[in-house]
């Protein structure tokens, strides 16, 4: 049923989103919708809709609309929000221990294994369910539970240091909070999603900037 | 000499991170660097750190590169980075409270003046400096300090009932982790930034799943 294989990283990186909605949709018990209600609940339009969702095949029907429940699922399944991909968090620091406590990692296709930070105030300590374990321990924990993913929140300079031994030690991917830009290049083999949440603070600045005291345009 | 009328949304998102990496390069005392020394450490081409800072005018000179304290300044200008725009936070939940105390504000265009919440065990708690105030107490509020940003670290339900009554109140934009999307279309006078962490970690999970086992391609 699913004609996954050719669908551009643009349209994955929207398939989160209609995965928010059509999950709303079913706690509110909708089960059948079509591309214009859709188009209308999301802001978009009901051409653009199709154009998404037709790469994953037959789940709008002519006159039905889509069956919510089927391309929820199927969302999930394209996504791999089932994976359960073994993470570990690194620095325990006010961001790294929100993450730990405030996403739902298992729902999203990843599941935490491990916290660690370099501090020995915070090594010892508890977040969640989670002693957090020192920085150094990382080499022999990975060895015994092979992480595929981490989440970085920890400052830049050790992001710099960590990311080349993780990597090493087998981790794929990164969730990165760093300031350190990891170099897609330089690891063509690494998934990273960089959350920089500074550049969208100061991006934020300039759009209200414009919108109180607009910079006057040229002639 | 800054001919920034014309800059595009686009350069602008690109902005912050020019604006970091200069900054490390202050930092480690570099006062000059040219478009191809730059283009390398950012993993780019020197054309398009041309065409992007070109926009701004007269920073770099034939033979000499980029003055980098002016080009840093400059951008902080152009961002509005010492606006201090009045801000409030709204939840102040795990999320909320890492937000409040890893940022740096200040630095960014914003001053956190209130931090809110609707729950009776987190009211009169402390973050940071800030006794977080009840939301009932947003309206008087917002009319003595005149706030013109609204950070949403709140649920879903939340947003969608605190959106509309901020506008009202005067807030002019929203620097939103809810899940709830504010709008656009909606809100002309406004502006947004949506953080969705949730649909950031589905993405990534997407590309671990594809770098583990790929989808086949089709024919």
Redesign the interface.
């Known amino acids: 049923m699913a004609?996954?294989?050719?669908v551009s990283l643009s349209v994955?990186?929207r398939?989160?989103?209609y995965?928010?909605f059509l999950g709303?949709l079913l706690q509110n018990g909708i089960h059948r919708i079509s591309s214009k209600e859709l188009a209308e609940i999301?802001?978009l339009t009901a051409s653009q809709i199709r154009q998404d969702l037709n790469c994953f095949g037959g789940f709008g029907q002519q006159g039905y609309g889509y069956n919510v429940a089927a391309l929820h699922s199927e969302i999930a399944n394209?996504?791999?929000?089932d994976?359960g991909?073994k993470t570990i968090l690194l620095g325990a620091?006010?961001?790294g221990?929100?993450?730990t406590?405030?996403?739902?990692?298992d729902e999203?296709?990843?599941h935490l294994v491990g916290v660690f930070d370099s501090s020995a105030q915070v090594v010892g300590t508890t977040v969640r369910d989670f002693v957090v374990q020192h920085t150094d321990a990382l080499a022999t924990f990975c060895g015994e539970y092979q992480p595929?993913?981490a989440i970085l929140c920890v400052p830049?300079e050790s992001a710099t240091e960590l990311v080349p031994k993780l990597i090493e030690y087998g981790v794929?991917?990164f969730?990165n909070f760093s300031?350190f830009?990891i170099?897609?290049?330089q690891y063509p083999?690494?998934?990273?999603?960089n959350?920089?949440?500074?550049?969208?603070?100061?991006?934020?600045?300039?759009?209200?900037?414009?919108?109180?005291s607009p910079?006057?345009?040229?002639q």
């Open positions: 004609k996954n294989a050719a994955i990186k398939l989160p989103r995965y928010r709303d999301m802001n394209i996504l791999g929000l994976s991909f620091g006010n961001l221990r929100a993450i406590t405030h996403m739902n990692f999203q296709g990843f595929v993913a830049k794929k991917a969730w300031h830009d170099n897609a290049a083999n690494v998934a990273v999603e959350v920089h949440l500074g550049d969208s603070m100061m991006t934020l600045s300039y759009q209200v900037k414009e919108l109180i910079t006057p345009k040229n």
